[in-house]
Protein backbone atom coordinates (compact mmCIF):
# COMPACT_ATOMS: atom_id res chain seq x y z
CA UNK A 1 0.00 0.00 0.00
CA UNK A 2 1.59 3.18 -1.09
CA UNK A 3 1.82 6.20 1.13
CA UNK A 4 2.61 9.60 0.62
CA UNK A 5 3.54 12.78 2.75
CA UNK A 6 4.32 16.08 1.39
CA UNK A 7 5.92 19.09 3.11
CA UNK A 8 7.99 22.31 1.64
CA UNK A 9 4.79 24.42 1.27
CA UNK A 10 4.94 27.91 2.75
CA UNK A 11 4.59 31.77 1.69
CA UNK A 12 7.10 33.20 -0.70
CA UNK A 13 7.15 36.73 -2.42
CA UNK A 14 6.78 36.36 -6.40
CA UNK A 15 10.35 35.38 -8.28
CA UNK A 16 10.90 33.44 -5.47
CA UNK A 17 11.51 29.48 -4.73
CA UNK A 18 10.42 27.06 -2.95
CA UNK A 19 10.86 22.93 -3.01
CA UNK A 20 8.43 20.86 -2.02
CA UNK A 21 9.20 17.11 -0.67
CA UNK A 22 6.95 14.19 -0.71
CA UNK A 23 7.92 10.95 1.07
CA UNK A 24 7.09 7.97 -0.57
CA UNK A 25 6.63 3.98 1.02
CA UNK A 26 5.21 1.13 -0.04
CA UNK A 27 5.95 0.85 -3.92
CA UNK A 28 7.88 -0.87 -5.48
CA UNK A 29 11.01 0.70 -7.29
CA UNK A 30 11.40 -2.02 -10.09
CA UNK A 31 7.52 -2.26 -11.31
CA UNK A 32 6.31 0.76 -13.21
CA UNK A 33 4.96 3.55 -11.76
CA UNK A 34 3.86 6.96 -12.34
CA UNK A 35 4.48 9.75 -9.41
CA UNK A 36 2.77 13.33 -10.51
CA UNK A 37 2.73 16.96 -8.46
CA UNK A 38 -1.25 18.20 -9.20
CA UNK A 39 -2.31 21.57 -7.38
CA UNK A 40 -5.76 23.23 -6.66
CA UNK A 41 -6.33 27.14 -6.20
CA UNK A 42 -9.36 28.31 -4.72
CA UNK A 43 -12.25 28.07 -7.69
CA UNK A 44 -10.31 26.10 -9.99
CA UNK A 45 -10.15 22.88 -11.28
CA UNK A 46 -7.51 20.68 -10.24
CA UNK A 47 -4.35 20.88 -12.00
CA UNK A 48 -1.64 18.40 -13.24
CA UNK A 49 1.98 20.06 -12.91
CA UNK A 50 4.69 17.49 -13.06
CA UNK A 51 5.28 13.67 -12.95
CA UNK A 52 8.02 11.42 -13.25
CA UNK A 53 7.94 7.62 -14.11
CA UNK A 54 10.10 4.92 -13.30
CA UNK A 55 12.50 5.23 -16.30
CA UNK A 56 12.79 8.95 -14.92
CA UNK A 57 11.17 10.04 -18.21
CA UNK A 58 9.27 13.67 -16.89
CA UNK A 59 6.31 15.78 -18.35
CA UNK A 60 5.61 19.23 -17.38
CA UNK A 61 1.99 21.44 -17.68
CA UNK A 62 2.69 24.33 -19.79
CA UNK A 63 2.29 26.76 -16.93
CA UNK A 64 5.26 25.49 -15.02
CA UNK A 65 7.61 24.19 -18.00
CA UNK A 66 10.90 25.94 -17.63
CA UNK A 67 10.24 26.86 -14.23
CA UNK A 68 10.13 23.88 -11.93
CA UNK A 69 11.61 20.77 -11.93
CA UNK A 70 10.02 17.10 -10.61
CA UNK A 71 12.41 14.43 -9.45
CA UNK A 72 12.89 11.31 -6.95
CA UNK A 73 15.56 9.91 -5.06
CA UNK A 74 15.00 6.17 -5.42
CA UNK A 75 17.55 6.09 -1.92
CA UNK A 76 15.75 8.60 -0.05
CA UNK A 77 12.02 7.62 -1.23
CA UNK A 78 11.48 10.95 -1.96
CA UNK A 79 9.72 12.90 -4.81
CA UNK A 80 10.36 16.44 -4.65
CA UNK A 81 9.07 19.25 -6.88
CA UNK A 82 11.67 22.11 -7.32
CA UNK A 83 9.95 25.77 -7.99
CA UNK A 84 11.61 28.30 -9.39
CA UNK A 85 10.69 31.82 -10.85
CA UNK A 86 7.92 31.68 -8.50
CA UNK A 87 4.41 33.78 -9.32
CA UNK A 88 1.40 34.54 -7.68
CA UNK A 89 -0.88 32.05 -9.78
CA UNK A 90 1.34 29.11 -8.78
CA UNK A 91 -0.55 29.44 -5.60
CA UNK A 92 -2.45 26.79 -4.21
CA UNK A 93 -2.40 23.38 -2.27
CA UNK A 94 0.26 21.14 -3.94
CA UNK A 95 -0.25 17.58 -3.50
CA UNK A 96 1.84 14.32 -4.57
CA UNK A 97 0.21 11.67 -6.12
CA UNK A 98 1.21 7.46 -7.40
CA UNK A 99 -0.07 5.16 -9.83
CA UNK A 100 1.45 1.74 -10.46
CA UNK A 101 1.18 2.03 -14.08
CA UNK A 102 3.32 4.10 -16.16
CA UNK A 103 2.58 7.45 -17.15
CA UNK A 104 -0.17 7.54 -20.02
CA UNK A 105 2.40 10.24 -21.85
CA UNK A 106 1.30 13.72 -22.12
CA UNK A 107 -2.28 12.56 -20.99
CA UNK A 108 -0.70 11.81 -17.35
CA UNK A 109 -2.73 13.99 -15.39
CA UNK A 110 -6.08 12.48 -17.22
CA UNK A 111 -5.57 9.32 -17.77
CA UNK A 112 -3.61 7.98 -14.57
CA UNK A 113 -6.25 6.63 -12.51
CA UNK A 114 -4.16 7.94 -9.64
CA UNK A 115 -5.31 6.14 -6.58
CA UNK A 116 -2.97 7.34 -3.93
CA UNK A 117 -2.33 11.35 -2.89
CA UNK A 118 -0.74 12.78 -0.01
CA UNK A 119 -2.46 15.20 2.53
CA UNK A 120 -1.30 18.29 0.29
CA UNK A 121 0.73 21.43 1.66
CA UNK A 122 -0.25 25.02 0.88
CA UNK A 123 2.06 26.75 -1.18
CA UNK A 124 1.37 30.90 -1.31
CA UNK A 125 3.07 33.41 -4.21
CA UNK A 126 2.21 37.20 -3.23
Known amino acids: HVQLVESGGGSVQAGGSLRLSCAVS?????????MGWFRQAPGKEREGVAS???????RYGDAVKGRFTVSLDNAKNTLYLQMNGLRPDDTGMYYC????????????????????WGQGTQVTVS
Open 26 to 34: GYTRDLPYC
Open 52 to 58: IDNEGDT
Open 97 to 116: AADEHDCYGGNWHVMNPFPY
